[in-house]
């Protein structure tokens, strides 16, 4: 079967042909309908060899939506043909966190090796792929998974983000996402979905803006050293009570902390590099900063049920397998406009 691999640290992903894997005792084989291409990827290929921590080759994808294409021994409950999506940060299923669903914040994954698939685990941006347990496949009840892959992600890791900051996004509050990108433009329309705030929305290009205001955010700002004191200006003095950084990068956690009102919520979601130090001299009073990664099982459900009540949805381009690096491409060159998802 194809697969799209990184294969030498440094160098651009390629298109390989590789054995079909088999579903052992516990394991579900999937037909890929569907893989999401992340930046989180373009983040992993550009980590230098000494800190590379996954065995090359890899089989990238951990946005990953097919139907049930075989069963190992002793799977139930499931049979040949459901439309599944994958739940990603899979963990050991036993410890505190996994037993409340929280399996992205597994105690014990490191220590067992347990690595999402395509970030360490052979991912979904092939032909087939498996899933070591029944419990990481959520069904799709209707939903395409074409257009429903990047919500695994995409839709997920910015959902788990503003669930927690939901108390502080009152009527006549503000939030503000910073980069309207893959996650970014679904944040909007979570945030849209979920709260009365009025969204605020930074982004580097007129193009990333625009996607923005159609997915409902209510002003847009260009990023960039003047984009604090716009959002200043836009909310009478204020500032934001939550802001979502989806590049993380130092000026964009700058601008995050100088736009956090009093008792603000700042989540640093993007892989940028940047940090947002907290002092009672550096941001306003009792601003609270987090680094949140992905989501739980259950928010995995709720964001599908959010898709299938037609609260949010992914813009979408989509590519051949054989096309998956010029995605990459795109992608690196922020060319990429909402999400793009591999048709392997
Ligand atoms: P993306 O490339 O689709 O979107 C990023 C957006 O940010 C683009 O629209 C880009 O134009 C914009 N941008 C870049 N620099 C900017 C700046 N200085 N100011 C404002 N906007 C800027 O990427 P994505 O797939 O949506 O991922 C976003 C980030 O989140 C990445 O860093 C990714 O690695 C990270 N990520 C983190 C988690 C997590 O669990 N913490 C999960 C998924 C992705
Ligand atoms: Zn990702
Ligand atoms: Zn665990």
């Given at each position: 079967m194809k697969a799209v691999q990184y294969r030498e640290i440094g160098a651009a992903p390629e298109v390989v042909t590789v054995p079909e894997p088999e579903p052992g005792p516990g394991q579900v084989l999937l037909r890929v309908a569907a893989a999401g291409v992340c930046h989180s990827d373009i983040a992993l290929m550009s980590w230098p060899a000494d800190r590379f921590p996954y065995p090359l080759p890899l089989t990238l994808g951990h946005e990953g939506a097919g139907a049930v294409a075989g069963l190992g021994a002793g799977v139930t409950g499931l049979a040949e043909g459901d439309l599944v999506a994958v739940y990603g940060?899979?963990?050991?299923?036993?410890c505190a966190k996994c037993a409340e669903g929280k399996e992205n914040y597994c105690l014990r994954a490191a220590e067992l090796g347990i690595n999402p698939p395509g970030l360490g685990a052979p991912g979904a941006m092939a032909e087939y792929m498996l899933v070591?347990?029944?419990?990481f496949l959520v069904p799709l009840d209707g939903l395409d998974p074409v257009t429903t892959v990047p919500l695994t992600d995409a839709g997920l890791t910015p959902y788990h983000a503003i669930k927690r900051s939901l108390p502080k996004l009152v009527p006549g509050s503000t939030a503000v996402v910073i980069g309207a990108g893959g996650l970014g433009h679904v944040a909007i329309q979570l945030l849209r979905a979920l709260t009365p705030s009025r969204v605020i929305a930074l982004d580097l290009s007129e193009e990333k803006l625009a996607l923005a205001r159609t997915v409902g955010a209510h002003d847009t700002v260009l990023s960039g050293e003047r984009a604090a004191d716009r959002v200043r200006e836009l909310t009478g003095g204020r500032g934001a009570q939550a802001v979502f950084d989806f590049v993380g990068a130092g000026p964009t956690a700058e601008t995050a902390g100088a736009v956090a009102s009093v008792e603000a919520d700042v989540a640093i979601v993007g892989l940028g590099g940047g940090a947002l130090p907290v002092g009672i001299n550096t941001t306003a009073f009792d601003v609270a900063v987090t680094a949140p990664y992905w989501g739980s099982r259950g928010e995995l459900r709720e964001v599908l049920d959010l898709a299938r009540d037609g609260h949010i949805e992914v813009h979408i381009e989509t590519y051949g397998i054989d096309e998956a690096p010029k995605a990459y491409e795109r992608l690196h060159e922020r060319k990429v406009n909402g999400r793009a998802v591999i048709l392997p």
């Open positions: 940060p899979q963990g050991c299923g036993r070591d347990d029944a419990r």
